[in-house]
């Protein structure tokens, strides 16, 4: 008698498929309400430094609806930790989550709640098969021009030095720093802004290297594709050619053997 493969115990197979599945389910019913939250957390960042005008409690409200969207995404990553079989797995993999949980913990500064929820959200949006590569790089470059203008004026408006005083100086300023083209015209002078400088200019360069990426891989994939149709034009006119050869003969033969009797 053969030996038998060896397979897993029935439960503990119908336990894994539940894990998984539990955690795609939640992954998948909370992947709108997030961003929702995300764009309710763009608002209530924006709105104190575009309008300087706004009072205490304004503002106040604004910093309350910022830990509370950034306190849903913990919520969100300890969710998807607890329904994960692999937790050290799940924790090695998602490092970047959680920094962007905890450092707002350890420095309460409005700016690293902007971070960690951009991080958040963009980790959250990459898992979701359904956003294509295209959408992601499109949303991340309007994402981090916007809160790249935002974070610079708030963080320069008031500098003795600054030139970046209104909110047009700080789209154009990202504009450039984010294409590396650095006109120098507005250039941030505090050691926060130069700090949001070198993360812009970061990331602007590696969104060209995933737009580029991209490009490439679409042009190889179609010269790819025609070639391949190609072969198989070549192919197919092949084959017709040899069954004409081959009707030929049978022709020539026939009129032989007619010629003959």
């Not at 389910?25 to 960042?45: D, G, I, M, S």
């Not at 350890?106 to 959408?135: E, F, H, K, N, Y």
Request: aromatic share 8%.
């Amino acid at each position: 008698m053969g030996l038998r493969p060896h397979r897993p115990p029935s439960f503990l197979y119908d336990a894994d498929m539940t894990e998984q599945s539990a955690q795609a389910r939640w992954e998948q019913h909370t992947q709108r309400p997030l961003l929702a939250l995300a764009v309710l957390f763009a608002v209530a960042y924006a709105v104190p430094i575009v309008d300087t005008s706004a009072g205490h409690s304004l503002t106040a409200a604004c910093t309350v609806v910022e830990w509370v969207v950034w306190a849903v995404f913990a919520v969100d990553y300890l969710m998807r930790l607890s329904l994960s079989r692999d937790r050290r797995g799940f924790v090695r993999q998602h490092w970047m989550d959680l920094c962007a949980v905890v450092v707002p913990l350890i420095q309460p500064l409005r700016l690293l709640r902007l971070v960690s929820t951009l991080l958040l959200v963009g980790r959250r949006a990459r898992m979701a098969s359904q956003i294509r590569v295209t959408t992601y790089v499109g949303g991340a470059v309007v994402g981090l021009l916007m809160f790249g203008s935002l974070a610079v004026l708030s963080v320069e408006r008031d500098s003795p030095n600054g030139n970046i005083r209104t909110l047009g100086d700080a789209v154009w300023w990202s504009f450039t720093t984010m294409t590396t083209v650095g006109y120098g015209d507005h250039a941030p002078t505090t050691g926060l802004g130069r700090m949001i400088a070198v993360g812009l200019m970061l990331s602007g360069i590696a969104l060209l290297g995933v737009v580029t990426a991209n490009i490439a891989a679409w042009f190889i994939e179609r010269f790819e594709k025609d070639d391949v149709e190609e072969r198989e034009q070549t192919e197919a006119i092949r084959a017709l050619t040899e069954e004409v050869r081959a009707l030929r003969a049978e022709v020539a033969a026939l009129r032989k053997t007619s010629v003959g009797g």
